[in-house]
């Protein structure tokens, strides 16, 4: 069963930016459409950025423009670069596949708040 274990996470100030990491036990990032995912208090887990095995990206209108998500093939590792960040990005952000097969990892926290 793979692994995943997310890392990065901290507290920022509003329009400050974060990386976040997400380390996979093997490489499943290239046969496998992979997701950030992130929920904050009393909401739904939501996907917030997608990347295929292929390469393509995709994101939620909340975070378009500002988030990036990419991978490092050689290091099994999986990245959401996120800029400008809102008080409302605070929330727990966990990698998974997209749909979500695996079990869940305790996720890294976002705080964003002056």
């Known amino acids: 069963q793979v692994q995943l274990v997310e890392s990065g996470g901290g507290l920022v100030q509003p329009g400050g930016s974060l990386t976040l990491s997400c380390t996979a036990s093997v490489n499943i990032f290239r046969i496998a459409v992979m997701g950030w995912y992130r929920q904050a208090p009393g909401k739904q887990r939501e996907l917030v950025a997608t990347?295929?095995?292929?390469?393509?990206?995709n994101y939620a209108d909340s975070v378009k423009g500002r988030f990036t998500i990419s991978r490092d093939n050689t290091k099994n590792t999986m990245y959401l670069r996120m800029n400008s960040l809102k008080s409302e990005d605070t929330a727990v952000y966990y990698c998974?596949?997209?749909?979500?097969?695996?079990?869940w990892g305790q996720g890294t926290q976002v705080t964003v708040s002056s």
């Open positions: 998974n596949t997209a749909p979500s097969l695996g079990p």
């Open positions: 990347m295929s095995g292929g390469g393509t990206t």
